[in-house]
């Protein structure tokens, strides 16, 4: 795979909002093909939401900066070198059998560099404190693993949970 070099930060403000909103549509997407188990479409649904809420958060940084800003390089040759990550997510629903697969797939996203892009952008805004969306960013992915629902934290139970 090429690496890929985004020229600006006007460039990487729109591939961090597409790879946003992409995961809330994939997390609302398994919200509803999970909803035979309400704790657990419940808890794809709040994680949607806060996908939703982290869009809008880039949506706020990128407007609360210069046209010059925006245009700007990033200061690096290749932010995400090799990323395909978007595409995956827009892939991802066909793929996704069970709930485990879902679960890592969710993981492996989580852990990725889209939080990395993530807080880089919103480091550029003077609206937000960092520390604090470090720490919103944090908890974010530690409900993955701690706020999943207790009976399906284990692999065995997730792979029984089959896609509606």
Same mark, same amino acid.
């Given at each position: 795979? +090429?690496?890929?070099?985004y *020229?600006?930060?006007? $460039?990487?403000?729109?591939v961090?909002?597409? /790879? #946003? =909103? %992409? ?17 657990? +479409?419940?808890?794809?649904? *709040?994680?949607?939401? $806060?996908?939703?809420y982290?869009?809008?958060? /880039? #949506? =706020? %940084?990128?407007?609360?900066?210069s ?16 990323f395909?990550l ?5 892939e ?20 990725s ?21 470090s ?6 992915i ?12 284990n ?10």
């Open positions: 795979m +090429a690496d890929t070099v *020229q600006s930060i006007s $460039e990487l403000f729109s961090s909002l597409q /790879l #946003e =909103r %992409a995961a809330h549509i994939l997390y609302a997407k398994w919200a509803n093909a999970f909803a035979a188990y309400p704790e657990i +479409a419940s808890f794809w649904s *709040q994680y949607a939401q $806060e996908e939703a982290h869009a809008k958060l /880039l #949506e =706020r %940084a990128r407007s609360s900066l046209s010059e800003q925006l245009m700007s390089s990033t200061g690096v040759n290749s932010f995400l070198a090799s395909d978007l595409q995956n997510l827009k991802a629903e066909a793929k996704i059998t069970d709930l485990e697969e879902a679960y890592q797939f969710a993981e492996k996203m989580e852990h560099e889209v939080n990395a892009l993530f807080e880089f952008l919103v480091s550029r805004s003077p609206f937000f404190e960092m520390s604090e969306v720490e919103g960013l944090s908890n974010h530690d409900r993955l693993a701690n706020d999943f629902p207790v009976e399906f934290r692999q065995d139970a997730r792979r029984n949970i089959k896609v509606n």
